[in-house]
Every structure is written in structure tokens, then in C-alpha cells.
């Protein structure tokens, strides 16, 4: 009898689970909160836990003990989601800066092509056989004169702003006698 209950002890002892040592779960402090007031009976308690957690895991058995306390708390609108940024598309620059590529046609057909890079202007002409080129200097706010370059020399200006400008020179004259304004269409 003796080694019958030798082997029922030993076959315990193995039968037994061997939990390794840990180190005990960390609880958040909503659950530490939660465990130290669940069985209280003071109404206090539970409004603290409902204005720290209003949404919080226990939230609801917070408002039912209330409830049964005979103090009504009213529920709180859920938190907003967070919403995403609203980027642009192209970033909205309006720095004043007139740089670009520029084109328009005179009142007599003739083609300009003006290209603005920094205070910088350049471009051509084309006025139906006749073409040249244009360069010089242009201020801030779009106004210029410049001389107007044709294969053989200079021929005329190019002078005014980019809202009002007007093409002039002994040459230009041929399509169209009246030297009208025009205005630039910024197309870059």
C-alpha cells in the first residue's frame, strides 16, 4: 500500500502544471481606477470615473450604478473622429510675382510671345512674315520698353504694361496702319 501512494504522489507531482515565474500584467489606470471604486456605494465615485473616462470601457456600468442610486448623468456626445487635413491640390502662392510665359495677338494679327523671368523679359514677334525678337528689363508690376530686333536691325518697341501694351515701328505698319493696345494672356 505504501508504494501505491508513493506512485499517486509522484504521478502528482508531475501532473501538476509548473507556471514560470512573471512579472504580474500591467493594468492601465482606467482599470486601476475602475477596481477601486466598483463596489462603492458613494455616487461620487462613479461621477469621478465618468468625468475622467466619459467614454471609457466602464462608462456604461458606471451610468446603470448611478442610475440605481437615483442620480441621472447625461451622456456625453461621442468624441469627434479626427478628420483628415484638407491639402490643395497646387499650393496657393500669391506673392505678386508676374514671372511666366505670356502670349497675345494685336489688333492686327500679329503674334508676341513675352517670357517673364525675374525682372527680366524676352520673347518675339511674328507679324505675318515680318518676325524678330524683343528683350530688356520689366519692373515689378509688368510695365517695359523694349527694343524690338529684327534680322536686320532694330525696327521698333515693344512698350507698356502686360494689361496695355502697344507694338510700334515704321515696319509694323504694314498689316495694320493704327498701332491699337492689346493685352497678354499669361498662358504658363
Not at 500591467?26 to 465618468?50: C, G, H, M, N, R
Not at 468625468?51 to 442610475?67: C, S
Not at 525696327?155 to 496702319?177: K, Q, Y
Amino acid at each position: 500500500m505504501r508504494t501505491i501512494l508513493t506512485a499517486l504522489a509522484a504521478l502528482m507531482l508531475f501532473a501538476t502544471p509548473v507556471v514560470a515565474a512573471s512579472d504580474p500584467p500591467v493594468q492601465s489606470a482606467e482599470v486601476v481606477f475602475w477596481k477601486s471604486i466598483s463596489s462603492s456605494t458613494d455616487a461620487d465615485d462613479f461621477v469621478a470615473y465618468l468625468e475622467r473616462y466619459p467614454h471609457g470601457v466602464f462608462a456604461p456600468l458606471a451610468r446603470n450604478k448611478l442610475k440605481r442610486m437615483g442620480v441621472v448623468i447625461l451622456v456625453p456626445k461621442a468624441p469627434p473622429k479626427p478628420q483628415p487635413a484638407v491639402v490643395p491640390s497646387k499650393p496657393v502662392a500669391n506673392n505678386g510675382s508676374i514671372e511666366g510665359v505670356y502670349r497675345a495677338t494685336t489688333p492686327c494679327g500679329s503674334k508676341v510671345k513675352l517670357e517673364v523671368i525675374r525682372k527680366r523679359a524676352e520673347g518675339w514677334f511674328d507679324t505675318g512674315g515680318l518676325r524678330g525678337k524683343f528683350s530688356g528689363n520689366i519692373s515689378p508690376k509688368g510695365h517695359f520698353s523694349l527694343g524690338v530686333l529684327a534680322p536686320w536691325g532694330a525696327v521698333g518697341t515693344l512698350s507698356g504694361s502686360l494689361g496695355r501694351a502697344v507694338l510700334e515701328g515704321d515696319h509694323f505698319a504694314v498689316p495694320c496702319h493704327v498701332f491699337q493696345p492689346f493685352s497678354f494672356t499669361k498662358v504658363e
